[in-house]
Each structure stands twice: as structure tokens, then as C-alpha cells.
């Protein structure tokens, strides 16, 4: 089982950058799908989900108007696109794959983002 993520770097703010995590060795479709973050010295927070069949996103108030969630089930991949970004936006993101009906999850390795202001 893998997930990587891949689209992270460095931004000035205002800026945009596109996250993607492409899944691998379980069915990608069956899982609810979300994007976490973590700054440094806080705990990791929930940024943004969506369901299996991409019909229902939520959002962090945080990033709500500013980010998008997508997946493409063709491709096994989860995005953000992540615009408008701000300084706290610095963070490493992560994305994680929930089974449903089971205690199934797992984690991507992380990918950093930085904000400069």
C-alpha cells in the first residue's frame, strides 16, 4: 500500500499550488479520502475530505473558499488545489485513506508547503 503526495514547495502568498496523492496497492475507490497538515510545533490538523464517490467535500474553516478537494477514480489520485495561500498555510500535508465499515487507514509520507510573506 502506498500513498505519495507530490506538489508541494515554496510560494509567495497569494499564490496557488496543486497537491496530488496517488494511491497505490489497495482499491482507491472504496476509501473516504482527506488532506491533513502540520505546522511545526502544532498538531496535526484536518484540512479538507471527500467522499468515496466525490459527491461530498468539507472543509477546514480555515481554508473553505480558498482550497479544493478532488479525486479522480481513474487515476487512483487525490488532489488540493490550494489558492489565495497564506503564511499559516505552512505546513507538511498529508493525505490518508479511510476505510468504511472498518478501522482501515493510511497515511501518505507528506509533502511540504511553504508560504513566504
Known amino acids: 500500500v502506498q500513498l505519495v503526495e507530490f506538489g508541494g514547495g515554496l510560494v509567495q502568498a497569494g499564490g496557488s499550488l496543486r497537491l496530488s496523492c496517488a494511491a497505490s496497492?489497495?482499491?482507491?475507490?472504496?476509501?473516504?479520502m482527506k488532506w491533513y497538515r502540520q505546522a511545526p510545533g502544532k498538531e496535526r490538523e484536518l484540512v479538507a475530505g471527500?467522499?468515496?464517490?466525490?459527491?461530498?467535500?468539507s472543509y477546514a474553516e480555515s481554508v473553505k473558499g480558498r482550497f479544493t478537494i478532488s479525486r479522480d477514480k481513474r487515476k487512483n489520485t487525490l488532489y488540493l488545489q490550494m489558492n489565495s495561500l497564506k503564511p499559516e498555510d505552512t505546513a507538511v500535508y498529508y493525505c490518508?485513506?479511510?476505510?468504511?465499515?472498518?478501522?482501515?487507514?493510511?497515511w501518505g509520507q507528506g509533502t511540504q508547503v511553504t508560504v513566504s510573506s
Open positions: 490518508k485513506a479511510e476505510g468504511q465499515g472498518s478501522n482501515t487507514e493510511y
Open positions: 471527500v467522499t468515496i464517490d466525490g459527491g461530498r467535500k
Open positions: 496497492g489497495f482499491t482507491f475507490r472504496y476509501y473516504v
